[in-house]
């Protein structure tokens, strides 16, 4: 199925790819492939004081992770390029013109210190600070006198007067603004770079946009968009606007607390599914209804739509996350498992850059053994410490006491004696190894494995034991049994 209908991600190339920003790609990315229509990514670049240098390539990466693709952009180009808004500037300009022509625009030389002034007389006055529009109405003379001393004007929109502005949200239904509250406002700055909100309606505009999906903090832009479609006599594509997502806190997200892992590229490297991310994030204002929560890609596309989306704030629950990418992770092929843990066991030193064959299939063992427990891959460090220590570490007082009964010498010496003259240390060898300390000692259940285990890991519960110690190896174990005799 193909449709007319096209939709886009226009980020800033401002650092990475943020939680907000990646749900913001995903819903419409859900919404093209649903609708069968097409998905753009373009760039919004004209402030170049907040532009970073890999701002764009961490942007695309992040999206490519998540399993998004898209049909334009700056690295597959498309008939609606350029898609770095610095490279469209001559596309704008006949609309600059086109709306100082009509009056619907006009020339403005009030400096930053003139605006400054401004604002501060009007907040004494306990008014809304907003343009006064003094330069609407200036004379050819007055014109030709601020050009003599300088001064390089910028471009205001004239904003009609007592006109209600509205249009109907694809979320919130009908939502209508007053013109009064809003001021003329600059549409392209005294160095000739248009500022946002005209660039935008351009770009949705030429390169064809049919909905514009996008977080609520644009909503109070909508109206001063509105107007100047009208002001150009272009049609206004249909807006839809997600509510913000908000911390454990319930309160806004901020790129500043660093308590929430809050950028796309954390949740790579710390070894998260982007399978899971992308179903977590999905579910974050949007609800397919029922009770499943576990969706692929294709199942969330199928499933998607714009009336299913919240009005009211979503709240990040890290919980879920890790839940949820937990249950990714217990299916998950233990290769791939495996690959996402190395590198944090091998940042952590315990183990090295290069592995052998048999290396290779320990730490894949390694991994299997953890497989289940693990929310992330980052996490294998801690729940393995206790196979790179060279003496073992026992986790409270009540592993210790353990110890202290009269039975684990007998215990313990029966199974060093048993496990020093093994030439096997399979886990099926080491579970017949222990029925035979069973036989020999008459000891079995916790007096038996629960010693066993605490003796060898510090620990009273854990993971199976006969794979546990088959992992230690035979001279580790034995190593820790006489030292502990």
Same mark, same amino acid.
């Given at each position: ?29 859900? /919404?093209?492939?649903?609708?069968? $229509? ?8 004209? !402030?170049? %004081? ?24 700056? !690295? ?46 009007? @907040?004494?006055? $306990? ?11 200036? %004379?050819?003379?007055?014109? +030709? ?8 004007? +910028?471009?205001?929109?004239?904003? #009609? ?20 509250? *809003? ?10 770079? =248009?500022?946002?909100? /005209?660039?935008?309606?351009?770009? !949705? ?29 272009? #049609? ?11 911390? =454990?806190?319930?309160?806004?997200? &901020? ?29 974050? $204002?949007?609800?397919?209804?029922? @009770? ?11 499933? /998607? ?7 009211? =704030? ?19 092929? #233990?290769? *791939?498992?495996?690959?996402? +843990? ?13 592995? &052998? ?37 026992? @986790? ?30 399979? #886990?099926?060898? *080491?579970? +017949? ?17 629960? %010693? ?34």
């Amino acid at each position: 199925m193909t449709s007319n209908i096209r939709v886009r991600y226009a980020p800033s190339p401002t650092g990475h790819l943020h939680i907000g920003g990646a749900r913001t790609a995903l819903f419409n990315y859900l /919404f093209a492939r649903k609708q069968g $229509g097409a998905f753009i990514v373009r760039f919004e670049d004209t !402030d170049q %004081t907040r532009h970073v240098e890999t701002g764009i390539d961490s942007q695309l990466n992040g999206l490519k992770w998540l399993g998004l693709d898209w049909e334009e952009s700056v !690295d597959v180009g498309g008939p609606y390029g350029p898609y770095l808004q610095t490279q469209r500037l001559p596309l704008y300009q006949p609309y600059v013109q086109q709306l100082l022509e009509s009056g619907n625009a006009y020339e403005c030389f009030c400096s930053e210190e003139d605006l400054e002034q401004e604002r501060a007389e009007q @907040e004494a006055r $306990g008014e809304m600070p907003r343009y006064s529009g003094k330069c609407r109405h200036l %004379t050819a003379e007055q014109t +030709a006198a601020y050009r003599a001393e300088g001064r390089q004007p +910028a471009i205001r929109f004239k904003v #009609p007067e007592d006109k209600i502005i509205s249009f109907d949200d694809q979320i919130r239904g009908l939502v209508e603004f007053e013109s009064g509250g *809003i001021g003329d406002f600059i549409i392209v700055r005294p160095t000739g770079i =248009p500022t946002y909100n /005209f660039a935008v309606i351009l770009d !949705d505009h030429l390169m064809k946009i049919t909905h514009v999906i996008r977080g609520e903090e644009h909503l109070s832009n909508t109206p001063r968009q509105m107007i100047m479609y009208e002001a150009l006599g272009l #049609p206004a594509p249909k807006f839809a606007h997600l509510a913000i997502i908000l911390n =454990p806190d319930r309160k806004k997200m &901020s790129k500043r607390d660093e308590s929430l892992i809050q950028f796309i590229e954390q949740y790579r490297d710390l070894g998260y599914l982007p399978e899971a991310v992308v179903n977590f994030i999905a579910l974050l $204002g949007w609800s397919p209804g029922g @009770e499943q929560e576990m969706y692929l890609m294709d199942e969330l596309i199928a499933e /998607f739509s714009l009336d299913r989306v919240a009005k009211s =704030p979503a709240v990040f629950d890290m919980d879920k996350l890790n839940w949820m990418n937990n249950q990714y992770l217990k299916k998950a092929d #233990p290769v *791939i498992v495996t690959a996402l +843990a190395v590198p944090h066991l091998q940042k952590a030193g315990r183990i090295g850059e290069a592995l &052998s064959e048999e290396q290779q299939q320990w730490v894949t063992s390694l991994v299997a053994l953890y497989q289940e427990q693990l929310n992330y891959a980052a996490q294998i460090v801690e729940l393995t410490e206790l196979f790179f220590k060279e003496d073992v570490v026992f @986790e409270d007082d009540e592993a210790k006491a353990l110890l202290t009964e009269e039975y684990v010498p007998v215990v313990l010496g029966s199974f060093l004696g048993k496990a020093e003259q093994a030439e096997d240390f399979s #886990p099926a060898a *080491i579970q +017949a190894l222990l029925k035979e300390v069973q036989k020999e000692t008459g000891y079995k259940g916790k007096q038996l494995f629960m %010693t066993t285990r605490v003796a060898l890991t510090g620990q009273m519960h854990g993971r199976d034991l006969n794979h546990t110690i088959h992992l230690l190896g035979k001279n580790k174990v034995v190593a820790r049994l006489k030292k502990l005799l």
